[in-house]
């Protein structure tokens, strides 16, 4: 069991103030992609193997699909993760994020009693190694039952994860700009 801080009357937290994180995360290039299809020259977009530079899918239904594509069966799977993160860690929030061809690009938020336990980077370490985990282990259900690509030894995701501190809320902002010409953004938690 995973506990959280203790919460306030006013803010749900004791810690007024959240740090905020871009982060960014790219499959390897043999992965069966996280859209069914790509956005052709025509509807505007480019597919990149960059989770930060790639077109994205709207999510304009409740299977993902939209003008920028619809999601695959593994693009499903980690948009649901993705929402699990605050069940599973009470001291995240999320806001919006985008799912590429190649990868997510998304703002989460940490709240803490304590300075020290905000500064401290392994809590970014153990949620991502989280969502790598349950998502790698649904793609490979999907190489059995759907026929997906097979990825050699095993790997789903690349090594590590890009991640930016948000700071104020210009940061902010520039973020979220970031994150909407990615694509259409699908809304945090």
């Not at 977009?45 to 960059?50: E, P």
């Not at 500064?119 to 153990?126: A, F, G, N, S, T």
């Amino acid at each position: 069991m995973i506990l959280g801080p203790p919460r306030s009357a006013t803010t749900g937290f004791a810690h007024a103030s959240p740090q905020r994180y871009l982060l960014g995360l790219t499959i390897e290039p043999h992965v069966t992609g996280l859209l069914a299809h790509a956005p052709d020259s025509a509807g505007g977009g480019s597919t990149t193997d960059s989770a930060t530079d790639s077109a994205t899918e709207a999510d304009a239904g409740a299977d993902g699909g939209g003008a920028f594509g619809t999601l695959s069966g593994f693009g499903l799977a980690v948009r649901h993760y993705w929402y699990q993160l605050p069940q599973r860690y009470l001291h995240v929030r999320l806001e919006p994020f985008a799912i590429g061809p190649r990868g997510v690009l998304g703002i989460v938020r940490f709240f803490s009693s304590s300075q020290a336990a905000l500064d401290d980077p392994e809590h970014l370490r153990v949620i991502i190694r989280w969502l790598k985990f349950t998502t790698t282990k649904a793609y490979l259900r999907g190489t059995e039952y759907h026929g997906w690509a097979r990825p050699p030894a095993g790997r789903v995701w690349r090594r590590g994860f890009d991640r930016w501190l948000l700071p104020t809320d210009r940061d902010r902002t520039a973020a979220l700009e970031r994150i909407h010409r990615t694509g259409t953004v699908l809304s945090g938690s």
